[in-house]
């Protein structure tokens, strides 16, 4: 109001509104500048690590003046938002990442060069945010780069996660999971944000009141009150201005309570409430793919999903006149598999009891603004909360879930008469203990529901879900299922990683267009088969394999031939990704060689096999096959015969940072599981990126990956998944013949070639091998259920097709590239964008250069 003031406080804002210079003196100035001021270094002390943290922080100014902007502009356009809900982001590495993206490499080479330094050093010293177990994380952490390079207003909320995806250190070939307290040190690249917080409630009663209109209600009151406490990670999109934001929560004591406690001079007790407040986002579970029932584990799921929903919709009732029934033109929210499906029920609740809206309307609101993604069809990953514990924890959620049901049924009766299709709907479940199925309240909440590739969809709708997909097709809505193939992004698993292979690209191109238009690489397809291309492919692929021998002599002091085929399984340990096939398969390829004359030997075209991934802590055989491969490894690395030919190694904390070195690497890789196990896979998919070729079965994004790159570049093998009921039914009558490979294989195991001095070992490998082969007796057959001694001859089919087609160097190079550059379809641009489109509605809004 004051003409003064208002002057004074313009130039602030011109101050504020000049962004920072991307030129390479100016970024040196801005890294000394932080170096000095932000992390009070002086110019005689200081290391590599604090080198890293100003380099972040200057990354990090630049981010936040995208990231303001960005959000500045999506408020002027009034935008319909996309709101990505995810209890796993396996975010990795930012800084490389955020340079490429805001297109600041060349400078920043330039500076850093000049002052000594090199960026690749840099990078090193970032630990690795691991909030996420695997597929399932890396793929939102794959969307949230797509979607800000889409210049899509979405946004990713999840939990800050203290102490992320925990590190594996092997001894005595065993898993050792050790704490990885990443947050540690500080991470550069986060914004805490003190002045955003939630209130949110745990346990507790229902008292029936009057709300503030006087009207009858029900208040949700008592319990134990967190703050959800935001911070801001930038999403930076790449050849766009837009940043976009991954909003994660950590939970804090809520003001008032510690006041309370610190007038009763009751200090201790403080303390340990704030220490209850903060266990809620300390640690992230490390199960994937399985479920298990902790109610630390809903309390977290409840904690970040009432947050996020508060905070979405008060970015909605913000904007002026707002009216409800706007909602759904304004929001859209999608549930990352059954993790924040409470979501339906705290969606009701704000809208209904926070917010005053009639139930019915609400309902309606609620069913437009959510969607449900399915990610697997293992039956014990769909989680399931026992009623007692819930009625427990959200005494109000079970109310407002017991009214859906009760709704439902009754129209559902009315339409099928009482019968087994209402049990199977029912989103409770009964039994000893009554349990509330969190994929059907999912399903029933959400507007649309995906699977993740095509045959996983369609398995969604015959086997794990069919009587919903009955439903939707009776009520006329069958695309209520619908299916969204997964992808990764090229900027961070071909750029970043393989940066020889991005400049082969860019320069038989002629331009990096393909980075955003994947389709552009069927450009390649000409030049499959020049001599000169296969060279410098050839080239790339030395370099990359130059880079992995690095890794492996650093980590695990291991020597490789850099001209043997690089073989590589990387993805968690789980029986039916059937590591221990592959497992397997070594150990006959060992005694093969062992057979052979030296003289034969030499013909036997040189393999390196690497397997690296983490079990859950308490999944015994996973272990088991852990200590299995480094035990096999130990034998026949160091056996004179056979050591120069083949290599066993197990990799040890597999994660992004590591995968960014394995994957350019390989010449082919092993996307083997049972077929119908695997929701899709996207470790293939970067794979083929990189010109690596895949081992694998007609399972999940494989066969796709197939459709589009050609059946000559994949070597497939094992039964196909319409086949799995009936090699599983003849197996239980005692059908079920083990190739005689496979038994020398067995025999080997049992007489304790891997275990020598290991007694413990040897009966623990002999339990693996006696359950595959107990595949009879009444009705008991559970043995092989992942048909491991079914596939496995055609599994050796397959590995010998790949030594004689690897023998044909110009043949190999020719279907690399063929492969590498038909995979447009796997680019998160492509699936984000059907996201966008079919489920979320959500238009592409390109905030201009300045503002
Ligand atoms: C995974 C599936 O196992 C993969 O097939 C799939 O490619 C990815 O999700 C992404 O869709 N998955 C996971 O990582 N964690 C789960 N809890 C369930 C599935």
Known sequence: ENPDQKEKMEKLWKLMETYEPNDPESIQKSFARHLE???ACTRFNFTMQDAYRAAGLVLRDRLLESLNDTNAYYRKMDVKRGYYLSAEYLIGRHMQNAIANLDLEQPFKEAFHALGMQLEDLFHEEVDPALGNGGLGRLAACFLDSMATLSLPCWGYGIRYSYGMFKQDIQNGRQVEMPDFWIGDGCPFEIPRPDITYPVRLYGEVQEGLNAQGEWCLNWVGGDIVQAMAYDNPIPGFDTYNTNNLRLWRACPTKEFDLDQYSAANFTDAVEARRKAEDLSAVLYPNDASYE??????????????????????????????????????????????????????????????MHVPWDEAWELTTKCLNYTNHTVMPEALEKWPVEMMTRMLPRHVQIIGELNLRWINGLVAKYGDGPIIAALSIFEEGDVKKIRMGNLAIMGSNKVNGVAALHTEIIKKETFPDFYKYCCDTGAPDKIVNMTNGVTPRRWVHCANPALSAIFTKYLGSHEWLTDMTKLKGMLKF???????????????????????????????????????????KRIHEYKRQFMNCLYVIHRYQQLKKMSPAEREKVQKRVV??????????????????????????????????????????????????????????????????GTEASGTSNMKFV??????????????????EECGEDTMFIFGCLEHEVAGIAAKAKEGHYPIDSRLQAVFQAIRNGEFSKGEPEAHAEFCSLVDKLCNTHGAGTWDGDRYLVVHDFPSFVDAQAKVDATYADKAKWCKLSIQAASSMAKFSTDRTISEYADVIWGVKPAPRPMEM
């Open 37 to 39: 001021y932000s992390l």
């Open 293 to 354: 029932g902790r109610e630390l584990r809903l309390r977290q799921q409840y904690f970040f999903v009432s947050a996020s929903l508060q905070d979405l919709l008060r970015e909605f009732i913000k904007r002026p006149n707002y009216k409800w029934s706007e909602l759904p033109e304004k929001v859209a929210v999608q549930m990352n598999d059954t993790h924040p499906t409470i979501a339906v029920a705290e969606f009701m609740r704000l809208l209904v009891d926070v």
């Open 528 to 570: 499959k088969e020049d001599p000169k291309l296969h060279a410098e492919w050839m080239e790339m692929k030395k370099t990359a394999k130059k880079k992995l021998a690095g890794f492996l002599k650093e980590t695990l002091d291991l020597e490789i031939d850099q001209d043997a085929l690089i073989d590589i399984q990387i």
């Open 610 to 675: 690497l397997i690296g991934g983490k079990a859950a802590s308490a999944y015994v055989n996973a272990k088991l096959i852990i200590k299995l491969i480094n035990n096999v490894g130990k034998v026949i690395n160091n056996d004179p015969d056979t050591g120069k030919l083949l290599k066993l190694a197990f990799v040890p904390n597999y994660r992004v940072s590591a995968a960014e070195v394995l994957i350019p690497a390989s010449d082919i890789s092993e996307h083997i599981s049972t077929a």
């Open 689 to 706: 990126m990189n010109g690596g070729l895949i081992v694998g079965t007609m399972d999940g994004a494989n066969i796709e990956i197939r």
